[in-house]
């Protein structure tokens, strides 16, 4: 058999059976990702429900999200085909492959929404009874999302590449239809969960002085259908594309190792790998335990991730062994790098969002003033908290690339394609905890359902109390989660750019070429427009929502008083009709504006579009992921106690921040991860034309 990417019989007869061996254990691990998330669901389904108020909640909450997703699904399918059918004039393989990353992201998120809302009234259930059991019940619902997530990618990726004889440049499609699906879901669900979640604080909590989630405002179950939509389905997708991404540029970069050297196993690398890493993390679920620290979790999620990081670094000593021959242990050290790079996000994150330490103190101290000095601090620590990501980022890409080019000087490869691959097996290290990560963050949602259920059901207060520690830990894994999917966004776009340079041949870049510095500003300003119009839409949103929970407790004093019920199902429709409106400019803009410069100006003007735009963007995502999410945590630590705690000035201050914050951490931030995916993929599907055209107005 002759593979498109090599000529599998033309290597050693060990090697043909190593990968041989390696892509069937890949695609075997990956189904077994699927028969694991399966058997997880119907454990959680065996759960009980609770009292019937409980399960009248969850309902409401259930019917929702289903609508929602509908509504969102029939918008995004519109656009899909569209974009599907202009793509068969370019080529049927890449066309279908689109087609299939495209599905596969919407399954992987709709996957996600449906297992956090079968959850979020069980983990309510469960910590009537013990917060122990909660927690592990969240964290498995949360396993679900992130093993389903890398297995279904990982499938669709094996099983495109064998059905299209093993040729990668039919396959980069699937990359790019994952990014688009996911960019729609991630930005749909933000401007929907935000809004309503403004909607709901602003008149409830500032105007009326109700408490989070009580059953009397209009706008709590639209709330509640938020978190599921937009932290669970729309982070689902974007992690999904972010691993389908990576592992399509990482591949396009090892067909070129593979020619030079005649191992094909550069190309199947990332894939092994992954799947190895997503084992590992499932076998790092069952370390999560809680002993005495009821209250401090988060010592729980650590053990688990440090025992997959070890389990992770394991497989890599023995597949890096395996594949590389000749000093192969300097591609392990640079996946151990990865791995580092991932856990040191995880704690940088943790310092800058959690209320032990100093940033947050220095929030809840400026709410004391007021909300103007709470949203000054919460904006100055946003830019201050890039800072160490991007130290640690920088130090990680030149020691990996170092690295890489004695690997290349070792095995006769240029210095410049093997550095980039020791970047590229970092990233791969970084990404193999992906699946634990996930898992983090859709606890967060879960978990605050869970608390609004019982605040809605009349669970008592010790029930609340507890389901809030369990709340603010979400706010905290969440973040946590943010600030890897950026760091990941960030290594991947190094991947996915000099995969574009490989497809294109591009060797150097003249920055002193007009053209050049106009497509670096281009790039550069893209990323501030694309977050404009989200952040702008879920102020429409927020908008929509106020006026509507205004207009009923105006008009019906019943709710207030608890003898009428609100009409949830119209805030639920506002929150829908606003997100699918306004989700649609700012995610064409990542579409359109790669191919108008590419069309335009050529393949060297997308090179430099791509670098600006990606590190204005990191820039960005940080800065909002980060400040947003300690503005959260920083109401949070006033609500339990802090400064008069609930209903005092401090904590209407603290509101005002935490509205500030939630469109920068749950819509503009997480969309920025995939808008900076997005431009590289649809460069990379789009290169041979644009090498074609050269620049309909300026060739370089």
Known sequence: MIFKDFDLFTAELSTQVLYIILFGLTIGLAAYGVIYI???????????????DMKKVHDAILTGS???????????????LIIFALFLFYGFQIAISFLIGALSSIIASYISM??????????????RESVKKALRIGFDSGMVIGSGVISISLLGICILYIIFNFTTNNIIGFGFGASFAAIFAQLGGGIYTKGADIGADIVGKLEIGLNEDDYRNPGTIADNVGDNVGDCAGRGADLFESSSANNLGAMIIGVTLSSITGNPLFIIFSLITRALGNLAAIIGGYFLNIKDEVFTPIKAFTRSLTATSILASAFFFVISWVSFGTGWYILFFCSLIGIILGIISYFIVNYYTSSKYRPVKEIIRGSETGAATNVISGFALGLESTLLPIISFIVGILVCFYLGEIYGDLNGIDSFTSGVFGVTVATMGLLSITTLILAFDGFGPVADNAAGIAEMAHLGPEVRQNLDHLDALGNTTKALAKGFGMTCAALSAIVLYVAYLEETHISIVNIYNPVIICTLFIGGVAPFLFSSLAIRATGISAHAMIKEIQKQISEN??????????????CIDIST???????IPPALISVITPVAVGILFGPSAIAAFLISGTVSGILLGFMMNTGGGALDNAKKAIEDGLLGGKGSPAHAAAVVGDTFGDPLKDTAGPSLHIFIKVINTISITFAPLFVILGGLISTI
């Open 557 to 570: 004093p019943g709710i207030l008083k608890g003898t009428s019920v609100p009409n949830y199902a119209k």
């Open 114 to 127: 449906i297992i956090s809302t079968m959850s979020n009234v069980k983990v309510a259930n469960a910590c």
């Open 38 to 52: 399966l058997m997880l669901i119907r454990k959680i389904k065996k759960l009980d429900d609770g009292t019937p």
């Open 577 to 583: 009709k606003v997100a699918l409106k306004q989700m």
């Open 66 to 80: 289903k609508a929602y997703l509908r509504r969102q699904y029939r918008t995004v399918s519109i656009v899909l």
